[in-house]
């Protein structure tokens, strides 16, 4: 299997396009193809050559499960070894490493089923037992858990805690320091036992955490998550070690405990962005690492019994559903001191602490935590929320607020816009598209001169830039998300769309495709202003912001047309970026940081926002590039960008993104 996954290598980079606003069978199925077998040939390398290890005469032979730690070890350092390297290569080049490196270990693992085959003379014997076929899913289920747990909590801190550039780093890094530290030589760091006894101080911890809707200090906060994530993975992956099988059984042990993993994932990435509405798979990936404690094994915590037990079950069901009632009904109360409805609210977690006064009643804690915790994942308080969903790329959430004077659409913790819901205010472009705003100053320098007629915009939020369109605009938005059409499409929940249409008769369209495969399929020359808006503040979709993107925009411009740039984020600076590709395609560059806002403009629903403009020269920006005005111009807010001699320019095959970290 190596050899054959050699000669596929290095991996396919360019592989083809996604079709549709869904692209995880897209993604699935394009990994399989390009990098399946080399990966899977890598995966089944660790435990061959523990089976190997294991028939040799080294002292350790008896148990090589500790290689399983150096393994993972392997994996660490890969992992944060890659974040050192990949600002200084391209993709070519790193594919082209990767290659070399995996002709390298196919070499080292062929040297070492030669060194094993010629030593196995003196190998020790194995009495091969019967592993019963609940071992096999006590397997399974205890390498499920940690995997669900680990993408569970990475969307849980990033949807409702704080949108951290890079942030799956440190879970994933955990979760394999957990595997490395439970299969070590030594194991000094507890047992599953251990670890059992601090797993409900860790639950309460995050039950209060939740009801209480704590979310700042924010790196606190996160801190504590980790924390618990680093004990649940702990207590399963220490009794995943503790549960390991004779050496005979090491290749059938590792395919459950992969299998569990595997599943774990997917339940996590694939399937419950389907299912749930909100990230619920981190509460009840939760719950099911309380039901592996050690007391809920012990004889004494469960009676004896067929029946005994059921009620003992059915009894934690209950308890969980009395949990969650409890919550989503003390909700509907109204209690104008939002402390003290925190408060009370937190107060909920006191019976779970009773329950821990009784080993006994252990399933009956894990019962009454999982209501407890699932039901503070779908309640929250500042705002009714009208409408909610979930999709592959995150959950989208529209509240109303302020007595259902103003609804906000968010997705995580990043507001993509509001919009009044009666008088004046709801026909005004608000949050960063509003008239005294970047977009403003554009849109009022390209209208008078008839060159506001043709529009495309990448990211299509509330729908705003709409507000703009007058009877013969035509405004073509593409979407990667259909969740966020729907939802802008709904009169219920933002006009923007349908104000446009039905009272100005303005040609709005919407498309659900990534917004750089879209513009590519229309003709060249196509816009007067192509508005790119689709950079969040924890991920930037590189691709939108490249040398070759860039040129493709130009592209589909008519003559004097100009590209504006929505680049606001808390983490990255992303002028230097394009100012560096506007030299590299000879094209003006300005940018403005809109930051000041005044009262009056607070009340209009304005935010901060950060603006970069490119047109073919100066002239095609107008007031723009030419400074401070008598009348209503930008004035001198917008400042020209020139590329500095360090900065890197971003290509489709090479991006920095560390580089652009602020």
Same mark, same amino acid.
């Given at each position: 299997?190596?050899?054959?996954?050699?000669?596929?290598?290095?991996l396919?980079?360019e592989?083809?396009?996604?079709?549709?606003?869904?692209?995880?069978?897209?993604?699935?199925?394009?990994?399989?193809?390009?990098?399946?077998?080399p990966?899977?040939?890598?995966?089944?390398?660790?435990?061959?050559?523990?089976?190997?290890?294991?028939?040799?005469?080294?002292?350790?032979a008896g148990?090589?499960?500790?290689?399983?730690?150096?393994?993972?070890?392997?994996s660490?350092?890969?992992?944060?070894?890659?974040?050192?390297?990949e600002?200084f290569?391209t993709?070519?080049?790193?594919?082209?490493?990767w290659a070399?490196?995996?002709?390298?270990?196919?070499?080292?693992?062929?040297?070492?089923?030669?060194?094993?085959?010629?030593?196995?003379?003196?190998?020790?014997?194995?009495?091969?037992?019967?592993?019963?076929?609940?071992?096999?899913?006590?397997?399974?289920?205890?390498?499920?858990?940690?995997?669900?747990?680990?993408?569970?909590?990475t969307?849980?801190?990033?949807?409702?805690?704080?949108?951290?550039?890079?942030l799956?780093?440190?879970?994933?890094?955990?979760?394999?320091?957990?595997?490395?530290?439970?299969?070590?030589?030594?194991?000094?760091?507890?047992?599953?036992?251990?670890?059992?006894?601090?797993?409900?101080?860790?639950?309460l911890?995050?039950?209060?955490?939740?009801?209480?809707?704590?979310?700042?200090?924010?790196?606190?906060?996160?801190?504590?998550?980790?924390?618990a994530?680093?004990?649940?993975?702990?207590?399963?992956?220490?009794?995943?070690?503790?549960?390991?099988?004779?050496?005979?059984?090491?290749?059938?042990?590792f395919?459950?405990?992969?299998?569990?993993?595997?599943l774990?994932?997917?339940?996590?990435?694939?399937?419950?962005?389907?299912?749930?509405?909100?990230?619920?798979?981190?509460?009840?990936?939760?719950?099911?690492?309380?039901?592996?404690r050690?007391?809920?094994?012990?004889?004494?915590?469960?009676?004896?019994?067929?029946?005994?037990?059921?009620?003992?079950?059915?009894?934690?069901?209950?308890?969980?559903?009395?949990?969650?009632?409890?919550?989503?009904?003390?909700?509907?109360?109204?209690?104008?001191?939002?402390?003290?409805?925190?408060?009370?609210?937190?107060?909920?977690?006191?019976?779970?602490?009773?329950?821990?006064?009784?080993?006994?009643?252990?399933?009956?804690?894990?019962?009454?935590?999982?209501?407890?915790?699932?039901?503070?994942?779908?309640?929250?308080?500042?705002?009714?929320?009208?409408?909610?969903?979930?999709?592959?790329?995150?959950?989208?959430?529209?509240?109303?607020?302020q007595?259902?004077?103003?609804?906000?659409?968010t997705?995580?913790?990043?507001?993509?816009?509001?919009?009044?819901?009666?008088?004046?205010?709801?026909?005004?472009?608000?949050?960063?598209?509003?008239?005294s705003?970047?977009?403003g100053?554009?849109?009022?320098?390209?209208?008078?001169?008839?060159?506001?007629?043709?529009?495309?915009?990448?990211?299509?939020g509330?729908?705003?830039l709409a507000?703009?369109?007058?009877?013969?605009?035509?405004?073509?938005f593409?979407?990667?998300?259909?969740?966020?059409?729907?939802?802008?499409?709904?009169?219920?929940?933002?006009?923007?769309?349908?104000d446009?249409?039905?009272?100005?008769?303005?040609?709005?369209?919407?498309?659900?495709?990534?917004?750089?495969?879209?513009?590519?399929?229309?003709?060249?020359?196509?816009?007067?202003?192509?508005?790119?808006?689709?950079f969040?503040?924890?991920?930037?979709?590189?691709?939108?912001?490249?040398?070759?993107?860039?040129?493709?925009?130009?592209?589909?411009?008519?003559?004097? +047309?100009? !590209? @504006?740039?929505?680049? &606001? $984020?808390?983490?990255?600076?992303? %002028?230097?970026? #394009?100012?560096?590709? /506007?030299?590299?395609?000879?094209?003006?560059?300005?940018?403005?940081?809109d930051?000041?806002?005044?009262?009056d403009?607070?009340?209009?629903?304005?935010?901060?926002?950060?603006?970069?403009?490119?047109?073919?020269?100066?002239?095609?920006? +107008?007031? !723009? @590039?030419?400074?401070? &005005? $008598?009348?209503?111009?930008?004035? %001198?807010?917008? #400042?020209?960008?020139? /590329?500095?001699?360090?900065?890197?320019?971003?290509t489709?095959?090479?991006?920095?993104?560390?580089?652009?970290?602020?």
């Amino acid at each position: 299997m190596l050899i054959a996954a050699s000669t596929l290598l290095p991996l396919a980079i360019e592989i083809g396009e996604p079709q549709g606003s869904d692209p995880r069978w897209w993604m699935f199925r394009t990994l399989t193809v390009t990098a399946g077998l080399p990966f899977f040939a890598l995966a089944a390398s660790s435990p061959l050559v523990q089976q190997w290890f294991s028939r040799t005469s080294h002292p350790r032979a008896g148990d090589p499960y500790f290689l399983y730690a150096a393994s993972n070890a392997g994996s660490l350092i890969g992992l944060v070894g890659y974040l050192a390297v990949e600002p200084f290569a391209t993709r070519g080049v790193q594919t082209r490493a990767w290659a070399v490196c995996f002709w390298i270990t196919a070499a080292l693992v062929t040297t070492c089923g030669y060194v094993s085959r010629h030593g196995s003379s003196l190998a020790r014997t194995s009495v091969r037992s019967t592993v019963r076929l609940s071992e096999r899913a006590m397997w399974i289920a205890l390498a499920l858990v940690p995997s669900a747990l680990m993408v569970g909590v990475t969307q849980h801190l990033a949807t409702d805690v704080a949108s951290v550039p890079l942030l799956w780093v440190i879970p994933l890094a955990l979760y394999l320091a957990t595997l490395i530290a439970a299969f070590a030589r030594t194991r000094r760091l507890g047992s599953s036992r251990r670890w059992g006894t601090l797993a409900p101080l860790a639950m309460l911890m995050l039950l209060v955490l939740a009801l209480a809707e704590v979310r700042d200090p924010i790196p606190l906060v996160a801190l504590l998550h980790l924390l618990a994530f680093v004990v649940f993975a702990m207590m399963c992956h220490t009794r995943l070690a503790e549960r390991r099988p004779d050496p005979a059984h090491l290749t059938e042990y590792f395919v459950y405990v992969s299998l569990g993993g595997v599943l774990g994932g997917a339940a996590a990435a694939l399937a419950a962005p389907a299912v749930f509405s909100s990230v619920l798979e981190y509460p009840l990936a939760i719950a099911g690492a309380l039901l592996f404690r050690w007391p809920l094994t012990d004889s004494g915590t469960v009676p004896s019994g067929r029946s005994r037990r059921l009620v003992w079950y059915v009894g934690a069901i209950a308890i969980a559903i009395t949990g969650y009632w409890s919550v989503t009904a003390f909700d509907s109360f109204t209690i104008d001191d939002e402390i003290t409805q925190h408060v009370l609210r937190a107060a909920l977690a006191v019976p779970a602490v009773l329950l821990l006064l009784s080993s006994r009643t252990a399933l009956l804690f894990a019962g009454l935590s999982t209501g407890l915790l699932v039901a503070a994942s779908t309640v929250r308080t500042g705002g009714d929320v009208i409408a909610h969903e979930r999709t592959f790329f995150g959950v989208h959430q529209v509240t109303s607020v302020q007595g259902g004077r103003w609804h906000v659409l968010t997705h995580g913790t990043t507001t993509h816009g509001v919009q009044a819901t009666a008088g004046r205010r709801q026909s005004l472009p608000t949050a960063y598209y509003h008239p005294s705003g970047p977009l403003g100053d554009v849109v009022f320098t390209l209208a008078p001169e008839g060159r506001f007629q043709d529009v495309a915009a990448i990211g299509l939020g509330t729908g705003a830039l709409a507000a703009y369109a007058g009877p013969k605009t035509r405004v073509d938005f593409f979407e990667v998300d259909s969740a966020v059409i729907r939802i802008a499409e709904d009169p219920r929940l933002f006009t923007y769309l349908s104000d446009a249409r039905t009272q100005r008769g303005a040609d709005v369209r919407t498309f659900a495709i990534d917004g750089r495969l879209g513009l590519k399929s229309r003709p060249p020359g196509s816009y007067d202003l192509i508005v790119i808006d689709a950079f969040s503040s924890d991920a930037i979709p590189t691709h939108l912001i490249t040398r070759e993107a860039v040129a493709m925009y130009v592209a589909r411009l008519k003559p004097h +047309g100009v !590209i @504006a740039f929505h680049v &606001s $984020s808390r983490f990255f600076d992303l %002028p230097p970026v #394009l100012a560096t590709i /506007a030299a590299d395609q000879r094209l003006a560059c300005y940018a403005r940081h809109d930051m000041e806002i005044r009262p009056d403009q607070v009340a209009d629903g304005k935010r901060a926002s950060v603006w970069v403009v490119l047109a073919g020269d100066d002239r095609d920006l +107008g007031q !723009i @590039a030419q400074g401070p &005005s $008598s009348e209503r111009g930008p004035g %001198p807010r917008w #400042l020209k960008l020139t /590329a500095g001699p360090r900065d890197p320019l971003w290509t489709d095959d090479y991006s920095n993104i560390l580089r652009a970290l602020q």
